[in-house]
C-alpha cells in the first residue's frame, strides 16, 4: 500500500509539474504573442515612416496650385459644354472618368484620376479584380474567400468590386493591407458597425461607399494580412481610421453617425485627398492629427475637396494640427459649432469654399483655434481666398509675419465659392448603371 501511495505521489507530482511546465509555456506564449504583435507593428511603422516621408511634397504652395489650375481648366464654359448630356462632370476628378459608358469595363480608369496632395495614389491598380460576394464577417482570423474581410487582408494589390448591392455588418475593425481600391461602382454598399482601418500602409483606394453607424469594439484576435494575424486592443469606433500612412484617396463616399470620428488622419500620415463626398449626422467629423505631442504630423498634407457638408454637423470638417491643409471648394451648408479649426500651428489655406453659418449668433465663424490664445496663434497661416460667406459666416485669418512666406499671390485662386453648388453636385455614392455613364 506505501508503495501504491508514493508511486500516486510521483504520477500527481509528475502531472502537477507537467501542468505547471504546460502553464508556463502557454503564459510564455501569450507574452511572446504581445512581444511579437508589438515588434511587428513597430517594425511596420518604421518601414510606414520612410514611405510616408518620401510621398511628402516640399513645396505645398505648387501642390495646391496645380489643384487649383485643373479645377480651371476643367470648369471653363466651354470645357463644361461637352457634358451636358445624359452625364454632367462638374470638376476635375469626376471628369476623368464619370461620363464614359465603359467604366465597368475600365474600373482602374479611376486610378489616374486622383487630384490633391493624394494624386498618386493608385490603390489596386497593378492587381486582379476581387469580387466580393458574400457580405458576411463571421471570421476574424480565417476570413472565408468572397467576403471583403478575405479581400482586404491580401499580400497583392487588388481591384475589389461587388457583385450585388449589399450591407457588411463587420464584427470588428476591417484592417486594409497595402494597394487597394474598394469600388463600390454598380452595386448599393453599406459598410457598417466597425471602423475601417488603414495602417502604416500605402495605396488605398476608397469609392463610392455608405460607411455609416461604426461602433468601439474591445479588439480581439484579427488578421491584417496573408502572413499575420495578432492581439488587437480597443478599436475607437471612426468610420475610416488612417494611422502612419500614405497615398490615400476617399472619393464619393457618404459618412455619419459613428461612435468617434468620421475620418481620423493621425500619426504622420500624408499624400490624403478626401473628395467628392457627403456627411450628415455627426458630432466630430474629421481630425487630422490626434494629439499635441504628435510632432511627426508635420509631414500630414491633406486635400479636402468638392464634398458636401450637410445636415447634423457639428465641428471639425476638419481639425487640424501641424502639417498643411488645402480645404477648397467645400460646401458647408450646416454646423452648430465651427467648421474649421486646429492647434499646433498648422497652416490651412481655405479656397472657394461655400459658408452658410447657422442662424446661432454665437456660431458665425468659420474657425477655431483650439485653447489657443491670440498671441500664439496670430502668426499661423489661416488664409481665406474666394470664399463665400454666407448668413453672417466670417473666416478668421491669421498670417502675420509668414505672410512673407505664404503671401497670398502665390496662390493660383480656386474656383470661386459661388460656384460650390455645381461643383459638390454630385458628392456622395453614386448610382452607377453598367453600360451607362455614372
Not at 153 to 179: G, K
Not at 330 to 345: F, L, R
Request: with cysteine; glycine share 8%; aromatic share 10%.
Amino acid at each position: 500500500m506505501a508503495a501504491v501511495i508514493r508511486s500516486r505521489r510521483r504520477v500527481s507530482v509528475f502531472f502537477y509539474v507537467v501542468l505547471a511546465a504546460a502553464a508556463a509555456a502557454a503564459a510564455a506564449q501569450a507574452s511572446n504573442n504581445v512581444t511579437s504583435d508589438e515588434e511587428y507593428w513597430a517594425e511596420r511603422a518604421e518601414v510606414a515612416r520612410s514611405r510616408n516621408l518620401a510621398a511628402y511634397v516640399s513645396d505645398p504652395v505648387a501642390a495646391t496650385n496645380r489643384f487649383n489650375a485643373d479645377v480651371l481648366r476643367a470648369t471653363t464654359r466651354r470645357a463644361l459644354a461637352r457634358y451636358d448630356g445624359p452625364c454632367m462632370a462638374t470638376n476635375p476628378i469626376d471628369r476623368c472618368w464619370r461620363c464614359r459608358a465603359d467604366w465597368a469595363t475600365d474600373r482602374k480608369r479611376l486610378a489616374q484620376c486622383a487630384r490633391g496632395f493624394g494624386h498618386r495614389t493608385v490603390g489596386g491598380a497593378a492587381g486582379k479584380l476581387y469580387v466580393v460576394r458574400d457580405p458576411s464577417d463571421d471570421e476574424m482570423i480565417i476570413p472565408r474567400k468572397g467576403t471583403l474581410r478575405h479581400a482586404v487582408i491580401q499580400d497583392r494589390p487588388l481591384w475589389i468590386v461587388f457583385a450585388r448591392d449589399m450591407v457588411i455588418e463587420l464584427r470588428q475593425e476591417l484592417i486594409v493591407n497595402h494597394n487597394k481600391t474598394i469600388d463600390g461602382r454598380g452595386a448599393q454598399v453599406h459598410i457598417m458597425f466597425a471602423q475601417i482601418t488603414l495602417q502604416n500602409v500605402q495605396n488605398v483606394i476608397l469609392h463610392n461607399l455608405h460607411i455609416h453607424d461604426s461602433k468601439a469594439h474591445s479588439g480581439g484576435m484579427i488578421r491584417d494580412s496573408k502572413r499575420h494575424y495578432g492581439l488587437r486592443t480597443r478599436s475607437d469606433g471612426d468610420g475610416v481610421s488612417v494611422l502612419s500612412s500614405s497615398n490615400v484617396w476617399i472619393d464619393h463616399v457618404s459618412m455619419s453617425s459613428c461612435s468617434d470620428g468620421l475620418i481620423d488622419v493621425v500619426n504622420g500620415s500624408t499624400a490624403i485627398t478626401v473628395s467628392n463626398s457627403h456627411f450628415t449626422d455627426h458630432d466630430h467629423v474629421m481630425l487630422f492629427g490626434a494629439s499635441n505631442d504628435s510632432p511627426q504630423d508635420a509631414v500630414m498634407q491633406v486635400t479636402v475637396a468638392f464634398n458636401h457638408f450637410g445636415r447634423g454637423l457639428v465641428q471639425r470638417m476638419p481639425r487640424c494640427r501641424y502639417g498643411f491643409f488645402h480645404v477648397v471648394n467645400n460646401d458647408y451648408t450646416h454646423w452648430i459649432m465651427y467648421a474649421i479649426g486646429g492647434n499646433m500651428n498648422p497652416t490651412i489655406i481655405s479656397q472657394g469654399n461655400r459658408f452658410i453659418a447657422p442662424d446661432d449668433p454665437n456660431a458665425k465663424e468659420v474657425t477655431k483655434r483650439e485653447y489657443t490664445p491670440y498671441k500664439d496663434y496670430k502668426e499661423w497661416v489661416w488664409k481665406s481666398q474666394g470664399d463665400v460667406m454666407m448668413n453672417g459666416a466670417f473666416f478668421n485669418e491669421s498670417g502675420g509675419q509668414n505672410e512673407r512666406k505664404y503671401d497670398r499671390f502665390d496662390f493660383i485662386p480656386a474656383k470661386h465659392g459661388r460656384y460650390v453648388g455645381q461643383l459638390t453636385r454630385f458628392a456622395g455614392p453614386l448610382k452607377c448603371i453598367v453600360g451607362q455613364p455614372c
